[in-house]
């Protein structure tokens, strides 16, 4: 049986973002924009130590995105910061067309991601950015499953160069992986060991998946648990070699079900190797006003959705069998 990880307590990524953020900013080419919201994603920190590097632009995200790109010109590499409502539904025409078009080095840093940010409701609480983000070439797009996570996702967004994606959320949620495996863009980390079914999980859904496997163990189902950190470059090998040595794949997502990371594990799949895939994510719908874990509760994505799902996809598995 597997070592089952612990939380070390909970703390928010949008806090994991703020401390890297610093860290790297000994670099005097980091520099790094916000758009009127520095201490709710996490830059006071930046701003405080860095005042000269940083650039409070004001409510305007679309041109914030434009000057990170022309910042690029200059050999700066621009950290922007807002909700990620702003930084891609609001801003897609200049991410899409002064940052990817144009293969600028700026690292889009969005916080306040999904239905965990809760109360502000469907107007804020996107849930197309991964599938926005994705659809763009030259995007690297990478979605943290904890503080911890998020931390050693700044260092790496930060050593790679090219348009980056960094979606991260507001609540304090557990703090469980650890730097014993280094972070690497494009390369799924194996959580959970086991050989009836692989969960494919990103973002707050890691942990729920984990703790999906463990209970399932205990009726004897052995569950292998990747957390696929990068959306794009998607780890293609990690998902066939779970095809192909388990038959069968829940994926698990704070997203909607269209344009998210099931449907890039399904597409995967489909040109490759088909297994049976079941998808816990939100089912073509918007949020609404509640408590993150109301929400996550009512739109299905707990440790209880994943454990049905598994349980769903087994019997369809032994009917192709």
Known sequence: MNAKLQSR????????FGEALLEIGSDEKVVALCADLTESVGMKKFAERYPDRFFNVGIAEANMTSIAAGLCTTGKIPFIGTFANFATGRSFDQVRQSVAYSEKNVKICASHAGLTLGEDGAT????????????????????????????????AIYKHHGATYLRFGRPAVP???TDEI?????????????????VIACGVMVWRALQAAYKLEEEGISVRVLNMHTIKPLDVQAILKAAKETGAIVTAEEHQINTGLGDAVANVCARSFPVPIEMVAV???????????????????????????????????????
């Open 9 to 16: 307590g909970d703390k928010a990524t949008r806090a994991g």
């Open 124 to 155: 804020h609480q996107i849930l197309e950015d991964i599938g926005l983000m994705r659809s763009l070439p030259n995007m690297t797009v990478v979605v943290p499953a904890d503080f911890s996570e998020t931390k050693r996702a700044v260092k």
């Open 175 to 177: 703090d469980f992986t």
């Open 182 to 198: 280094p972070f690497e863009i494009g390369k799924a980390i194996e959580l959970n060991a086991g050989s009836d079914v692989t």
């Open 283 to 321: 089912m073509d719908k918007f949020g609404e006003s509640g408590t993150a874990n109301q929400l996550l509760e009512k739109y299905g994505l707990t440790s209880e959705a994943i454990m049905q799902k598994v349980k769903t996809v087994l019997k369809r598995k032994e009917m192709t069998a």
